[in-house]
Nanobody, 116 residues
Framework: QVQLVESGGGLVQPGGSLRLSCAASGFTFSNYAMRWYRQAPGKERELVAHIGTGGGITNYADSVKGRFTISRDNAKNTVYLQMNALKPEDTAVYYC?????????WGQGTQVTVSS
């Protein structure tokens, strides 16, 4: 059974940091590219960050470049999103995604709220 379980969300003040984790099981994690998406209320889901299977290739949305870092540990079947210098506009539900065309797996999401 494929599972992606996100954790690490919560309430943080502007300028603060959070690290999201996504633990994967039920598939060969190292064969999948991993992504973090987010969806704010009333908005479409958007791609935040992407990491290739080996971890050497990463891409970011312009809105998070220089503040967020995606990484993965294939030995632990886990992908991370380190989020620094958080802004209120980063408030959203963050989703983990595993992709190996044509397969596409999603986690249940974790809420991140940036507010004073």
């Amino acid at each position: 059974q494929v599972q992606l379980v996100e954790s690490g969300g919560g309430l943080v003040q502007p300028g603060g940091s959070l690290r999201l984790s996504c633990a994967a099981s039920g598939f060969t994690f190292s064969n999948y590219a991993m992504r973090w998406y987010r969806q704010a209320p009333g908005k479409e889901r958007e791609l935040v960050a992407h990491i290739g299977t080996g971890g050497g290739i990463t891409n970011y949305a312009d809105s998070v470049k220089g503040r967020f870092t995606i990484s993965r540990d294939n030995a632990k079947n886990t992908v991370y999103l380190q989020m620094n210098a958080l802004k209120p506009e980063d408030t959203a539900v963050y989703y983990c995604n595993a992709r190996k065309w044509p397969l596409d797996h999603w986690g249940q999401g974790t809420q991140v709220t940036v507010s004073s």
